[in-house]
């Protein structure tokens, strides 16, 4: 929650100070603020349980249904997917449409740049 209230304080301030200052925010910064829309139902941090959700660390790469512990539905277990970029951005956008079956409740409202800024910080913060 602190990382939070951080990154919003900071993005107001720069609204704030206007001119020069409403520099665009680097896509990892928008990527970390379009995750906080994730954080509700997915962790990201090494050895942090999961939520409703699986654990994302690691998740770019890999194949899907993969975390340990967690309980993915038959339709996610079977869907022999990898989760590179081309998938991914699918997945953010309608998760019922890939996998039907899929227990992901999630309305996208995230914009493409938002999805690639998103994918930017799951790629630099789930190592």
């Known amino acids: ?3 939070t209230r951080l990154v919003a304080t900071a993005l107001l301030g720069l609204t704030l100070l206007g001119g020069a200052a409403q520099a665009e925010p680097s896509a990892a910064l928008r990527g970390r603020i379009a995750f906080m829309r994730c954080a ?19 998740v770019i ?28 951005k699918r ?13 992901m409740a999630y309305s996208n409202s ?11 910080f799951l790629k630099s913060a789930g190592h």
């Open 1 to 3: 929650m602190k990382t």
């Open 40 to 58: 509700a139902c997915h962790s990201l941090g090494a050895g942090e349980p999961h939520k409703v959700g699986p654990n994302l660390r690691g």
């Open 61 to 88: 790469g890999g194949s899907a249904a993969q975390a340990a512990g967690y309980n993915y539905t038959p339709a996610l277990r079977q869907s022999d997917l990898r989760w590179d970029d081309a998938t991914l």
């Open 91 to 103: 997945w953010i956008r309608d998760p019922a449409a890939l996998v039907p079956g899929t227990s």
């Open 110 to 120: 995230l914009g493409e740049a938002d999805i690639e800024a998103l994918l930017v």
